[in-house]
Nanobody, 124 residues
Framework: QLQLVESGGGLVQPGGSLRLSCAAS????????IGWFRQAPGKEREGVSC????????NYVDSGKGRFTISRDNAKNTVNLQINSLKPEDTAIYYC?????????????????WGQGTQVTVSS
């Protein structure tokens, strides 16, 4: 069974950092493009960052540029999202998703597999 599981979320003060991880079972993540998305209460799910199989990475949140870094750890079969200088508007459930297409997209319909999400709350 193919499964994605996110971890690393939590409550953090503004200005803090978190590293979210997306772990896979049943398949190897380096054969998929992986996207990170987030959904805040009352808002649509939005693309945050993506790492493709061979074509590099993309970041989609203007306020996240320079703060979000996506990377692979193939030894652990994970994709990580480092978020620095967290802001209250980063509060959301963060999801990872896998696509068999070699290329980044912020469209949710491009992804075949989804995790259950991890909550990130930024508050003092």
């Amino acid at each position: 069974q193919l499964q994605l599981v996110e971890s690393g979320g939590g409550l953090v003060q503004p200005g803090g950092s978190l590293r979210l991880s997306c772990a896979a079972s049943g398949f190897t993540l380096d054969s998929y493009s992986i996207g990170w998305f987030r959904q805040a209460p009352g808002k649509e799910r939005e693309g945050v960052s993506c790492i493709s199989i061979t074509r590099g990475t993309s970041n989609y949140v203007d306020s996240g540029k320079g703060r979000f870094t996506i990377s692979r750890d193939n030894a652990k079969n994970t994709v990580n999202l480092q978020i620095n200088s967290l802001k209250p508007e980063d509060t959301a459930i963060y999801y990872c998703a896998a696509s068999s297409v070699d290329g980044c997209s912020k469209r949710t319909t491009e992804y075949n597999y989804w995790g259950q999400g991890t909550q990130v709350t930024v508050s003092s």
